[in-house]
Every structure is written in structure tokens, then in C-alpha cells.
């Protein structure tokens, strides 16, 4: 055999994932393994998306339907936004995926920030290649750098992409910053505009995506998960709210059935759940403040955070910690794969998990700074 295989391919790094639980405990024969790398929700899914799971499991014979229906119309009654401008996806990153092929092709460039979340640059590289793709660094402040990114625009820009809180910085742009990007775009220039950690916001100053689609703004893809405040993250399923022209794009190139049944009922039902988000909105903000604090207690730099996860830069080899931690059953995320060599990005738990990452930190800690 003699496989041939395009460069746009070859040049790809395959997305690097959190390590499971399962692994961790199967390599270092631990019993107790707690996950804080990939930013699911610490309470699990709600309730009554586990009802429905249980309740559509029997109808697994056949197809679900293919558009997402009934989510779809759960989603236009959530969003105040018609059915028609909404698609569903196999999780934010189906989408990603189908906006790369519907939107670029050869010639085309998409601008993305340097350390933030690696699916835009695998869709794009996928598309049209490393060619197609203008890195932006981050400013000094591990901020989105829209100044940067308005001095890279030209007219092959096809597509910005933007996480607002960016992952894996947890850092957020502002109003202005957004409202300037968009002045400074042309007609036929699209910004996704990726809030999947939006939730866990409480920054009066953060623009929503819908607040200016609702204003008439055309050129924004609203990207978001039910992966992160729902809870879901194993079932896949994240949407997009954009104008219909868009929408119908997209849905050229879905894939057929792309959202299982038992993923698209659980994710109705999860949206109905507003005690569950409720309180997930609250663990978070609580283990925010807990580690935040306990992070400049014990002079660890850490970078002020408006989402799920907290990323810190130590003064020594991250993957040193990294490994220390996973040998003590913590499993949080270097961020080498995001272009981000100094840093580790700690998911945000439970009460409990976030008290023993503490204490075993400490532990590390000392015995680190002794040498
Ligand atoms: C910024 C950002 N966007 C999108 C996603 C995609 O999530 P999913 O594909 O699970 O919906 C993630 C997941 O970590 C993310 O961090």
C-alpha cells in the first residue's frame, strides 16, 4: 500500500485531550483520581437530562431526527431568536468543523488568536492548509489582542474566530474591544464569536453575541455548548445562533444525524433545568474565589479568570507539576498543545476537590521551592 496523503493533513497535530479518570487510575494504580482538565461541570448533568436519557435509550433503533427539531424550537424559545437561525452540532466542535469547510477555501486566510482553543486551527488547517491560518499573539496580559487583530485584517480575511472568555487563558474582551472589531470588518468578513464559557461570566462589561445580532449585526456565528454549564459533555451537543443565510450553509454540510436522540432530548431537558445551572453558576463563582486566592496565598501567579477554569503560571517546569499532581490523583491540563508552554489550566470542582488540589499544592510546593 502506498498512501498518499495531502500536506494540509500530514502538517496536523491531532487535538491533545485532558487524560480520563479510567487512564489515570489504570497507570499509577490509584484509587482516587479527580479530573480538573477539560472543564466539565464538577455537579454532573442535571438531573432531568438523566431522566431523559434513561426515557429515549429505548428508541435507539432508530434515527434521531436530523435537524434537531424540537431542541431547535426549545433553543428559538431560550435564544428569543427564530428556529431558523439556529443549528445544532455534535458539540461546539462539530460546528467549528462545518464552518471551516462551508465558509473557506484555497487562498483564504482565517485570523485566530495564538493560545486559545485549538479546534479553530485544526478546522481551518484541515480546510485550506497552515497557509490559511494568521496567528495573533496574545497581548503582554494574556489578553485577545484586537488591536492586533484589526492591523492583521485584509481582504482575504474570510473568518475571525474568537472564544470570549478565550480558553485556555480565561480572559475576556470587552464591549469596546468587540464593537471596534466589528466596525473595522468588512461585509463579507464573519466573526465566530465562541461563548461557550459565557455562563460563568460576571464581568458587566462582557458583550453577549445576541445583544448585537439583535441589533442587526449579520456577520456573527454565536457559538454555544452544552458541554460546560449543562453538563453534557459526553453527549456532544452545542448550537450556533447566527442570521438564517448562514444557518442554511451550514446545514449543507452537516453530517446526517449528527446529534443523537438521547443527546438531543437531555440537552431539552437540561435547558429547562434552571435550579441545575443555578447552582453550578454558583459552585463555580465560589471555587473561583477559593482558588484564586489560595493561588496568590501560596505566590503562584494565576490569570484572572471569568470562566470554569483557572490557568497559573509557575516559576518552574509546569510539566513537573503537572506530573507531581497526577501522581497525588490530580489531573488538570498543561497548556503546551495551546501554545502556551508556562502554563497549567485547573478545572474548577467541587468544593472538596478544590480543597485537596490546595493541599497537595502546598505539599508540592514546599517541597519544590526547598530545592
Ligand atoms: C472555547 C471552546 N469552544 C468550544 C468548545 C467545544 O466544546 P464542545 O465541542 O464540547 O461543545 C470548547 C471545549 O472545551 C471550548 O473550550
Known amino acids: 500500500m502506498k498512501l498518499i496523503i495531502p500536506k494540509k493533513i500530514m502538517d496536523l497535530k491531532p487535538y491533545v485531550p485532558g487524560k480520563p479518570i479510567e487512564q489515570v487510575q489504570r497507570e499509577r494504580g490509584l484509587q482516587k483520581v479527580i479530573k480538573l482538565a477539560s472543564n466539565e461541570n464538577p455537579l454532573g448533568p442535571s438531573p432531568k437530562a438523566i431522566e431523559a436519557i434513561f426515557k429515549n435509550a429505548e428508541e435507539s433503533n432508530y434515527y434521531p431526527e436530523d435537524d434537531s427539531y424540537y431542541l431547535r424550537e426549545a433553543l428559538s424559545e431560550f435564544t428569543k431568536f427564530p428556529k431558523e437561525w439556529i443549528i445544532v452540532g455534535a458539540g461546539g466542535a462539530e460546528i467549528i468543523k462545518m464552518v471551516a469547510i462551508a465558509f473557506m477555501e484555497n487562498g483564504d486566510k482565517s485570523i485566530i488568536p495564538e493560545k486559545s482553543f485549538l479546534m479553530y486551527t485544526l ?44 480558553n485556555p487563558t480565561g480572559t475576556v474582551i470587552k464591549k469596546s474591544e468587540l464593537e471596534k472589531l466589528l466596525s473595522e470588518m468588512k461585509e463579507d468578513q464573519l466573526l465566530v464569536y465562541d461563548e461557550a464559557y459565557n455562563e460563568y461570566v460576571d464581568d458587566p462589561d462582557f458583550p453577549f453575541g445576541f445583544d448585537y445580532l439583535r441589533k442587526g449585526e449579520k456577520r456573527i456565528i454565536v457559538l454555544r455548548t452544552f458541554s460546560k454549564i449543562y453538563g453534557l459533555a459526553g453527549l456532544r451537543v452545542g448550537y450556533a445562533v447566527c442570521h438564517p443565510e448562514i444557518v442554511n450553509v451550514l446545514f449543507k454540510v452537516k453530517t ?66 503537572y506530573e507531581k499532581l497526577l501522581e497525588k490523583g490530580i489531573i488538570v491540563r498543561p497548556t503546551k498543545s495551546f501554545e502556551m508552554p ?29 530545592v
Open 256 to 321: 446526517p444525524f449528527n446529534v443523537p436522540r438521547i443527546s438531543q432530548e437531555a440537552a431539552l431537558s437540561a435547558l429547562n433545568d434552571e435550579e441545575h445551572v443555578k447552582k453550578s453558576i454558583e459552585t463555580n463563582k465560589k471555587g473561583r474565589v477559593f482558588l484564586s486566592k489560595a493561588f496568590e496565598e501560596m505566590k503562584i501567579k494565576c490569570l484572572p479568570s471569568q470562566a470554569n477554569f483557572i490557568t497559573i503560571i509557575p516559576e518552574f517546569d509546569p510539566i513537573l507539576l
Open 342 to 370: 508556562e502554563g497549567l489550566r485547573i478545572t474548577i470542582g467541587k468544593e472538596e476537590d478544590n480543597i485537596y488540589l490546595v493541599n497537595v499544592l502546598k505539599e508540592i510546593l514546599n517541597e519544590l521551592r526547598k
Open 123 to 166: 478546522a481551518v488547517q484541515e480546510v485550506v492548509g497552515s497557509e490559511g491560518i494568521i496567528k495573533v499573539p496574545l497581548t503582554k496580559d494574556y489578553r485577545i489582542d484586537i488591536e492586533g487583530i484589526i492591523k492583521s485584517l485584509n481582504e482575504k480575511v474570510k473568518i475571525i474566530w474568537i472564544a470570549n472568555p478565550n
